[in-house]
């Protein structure tokens, strides 16, 4: 196969990748709408099944909007994916070229799509532990994800800078804190559906199995605000959506949990948490707000000077080149 034809090839998978991945989160978004009420799909209500099977930490009934929420941004981010590739940089369509999100990319999206439509199936007929294990899927699938756009961008930025600055901004704003919304929220998901398989499974009481699903989602917390504000700083500074979802998350939690006269262990850790989180998001600010960004000494302004790292799809200039510099 030619290069020429490899190129356009290539270009067809990763389009075709992106509109399934937005064909299957409309699939995903049909099947949770019909599973809030009885039908000839589903035999029950999501909810219900989820009030037959409680803990302490069962997320509230009005947590359940936010999934709206979270999903019209993820059709945001799919569509401006999708409208790249009537945008053309010097290389060619924006979307591949340079690739910051490959195809594999939205595969991944595609399988947690195809996984939340079966979580909707397997729950209404109270497959608990089956429903439960698919869970994980989207955390841990959408977290890869996000990792994958940082180091993406990272690898491409001074190039993007000189030649196509907004892609970065909307990368950083709308993809990258769109995705890290999605996996928290299905991070608390998946762990309350841990504890539900614990307790009604393997015999795990109350409050134990709570204080276990506390304690994954306290973990996470505290290796995510490690990460972001030491570690890899440099990658995570720009996503700010993480901690207003953990603060609805536990805030859920604990309007579910709270009883005026039998105020719980796991209640007084959901406070506790939504406080200390809060302070995270204010230190984030902080650090982000005196952060400057040092300028950097190798921007190319012309992308095809140097053929060493950016990989691209499209040749510039009529050329074939398949790398260039960042």
Same mark, same amino acid.
């Given at each position: ?108 999206? @595609?399988? #947690?799509?195809?996984?939340?439509? !079966? $979580?909707? +199936? ?9 429903a439960a294990s698919v869970r994980w899927i989207l955390p841990i699938y959408s977290f890869y994800m996000l990792y994958m756009s940082y180091s993406k961008l990272y690898k491409y930025k001074n190039w993007l800078a000189v030649n196509n600055p907004k892609l970065i901004l909307w990368t950083r704003y709308l ?45 996470? @917390?505290? #290796?995510?605000?490690?990460?972001? !504000? $030491?570690? +890899? ?53 902080i650090s982000v707000c005196m952060y400057t960004e040092k300028p950097s000494t190798s921007l190319v302004v012309e992308p095809y000077m140097n053929i060493t790292v950016c990989e691209t799809v499209c040749p510039p200039g009529g050329q074939i080149k398949n790398k260039v510099q960042c």
């Amino acid at each position: 196969m030619s290069l020429p034809a490899a190129n356009r090839f290539h270009e067809a998978v990763h389009a075709g990748s992106i509109v399934l991945a937005f064909l299957t989160q409309v699939v995903s978004e049909v099947f949770f709408s019909l599973s809030k009420v009885p039908n000839a799909l589903f035999q029950g209500s999501f909810r219900n099944v989820s009030e037959t099977f409680p803990l302490e930490v069962t997320m509230d009934q009005w947590s359940d909007n936010n999934w709206i929420v979270i999903d019209l941004w993820s059709k945001a981010w799919l569509t401006y994916g999708m409208f790249g590739f009537f945008k053309r940089n010097v290389l060619g369509p924006e979307s591949c070229n340079p690739e910051v999100h490959p195809p594999v990319f939205y595969l991944m999206w @595609i399988t #947690i799509n195809l996984a939340r439509t !079966s $979580i909707t +199936v397997l729950w209404d007929r109270e497959f608990i532990l089956a429903a439960a294990s698919v869970r994980w899927i989207l955390p841990i699938y959408s977290f890869y994800m996000l990792y994958m756009s940082y180091s993406k961008l990272y690898k491409y930025k001074n190039w993007l800078a000189v030649n196509n600055p907004k892609l970065i901004l909307w990368t950083r704003y709308l993809t990258q804190n769109g995705l890290a919304a999605f996996a928290w929220w299905s991070l608390f998901d998946a762990s309350v559906g841990l504890g539900i398989s614990l307790k009604y499974i393997h015999g795990v009481q109350e409050p134990l199995a709570s204080s276990i699903v506390l304690s994954i989602i306290a973990i996470c @917390i505290i #290796i995510w605000f490690g990460l972001q !504000s $030491i570690l +890899v700083s440099k990658y995570m500074r720009h996503t700010f959506s993480v901690y207003p979802t953990l603060i609805l998350g536990l805030g859920s939690m604990f309007t579910s949990s709270y009883r005026v006269h039998d105020f719980s262990a796991n209640t007084v850790v959901c406070g506790v948490l939504m406080i200390l989180v809060t302070i995270m998001s204010f230190t984030n600010l902080i650090s982000v707000c005196m952060y400057t960004e040092k300028p950097s000494t190798s921007l190319v302004v012309e992308p095809y000077m140097n053929i060493t790292v950016c990989e691209t799809v499209c040749p510039p200039g009529g050329q074939i080149k398949n790398k260039v510099q960042c």
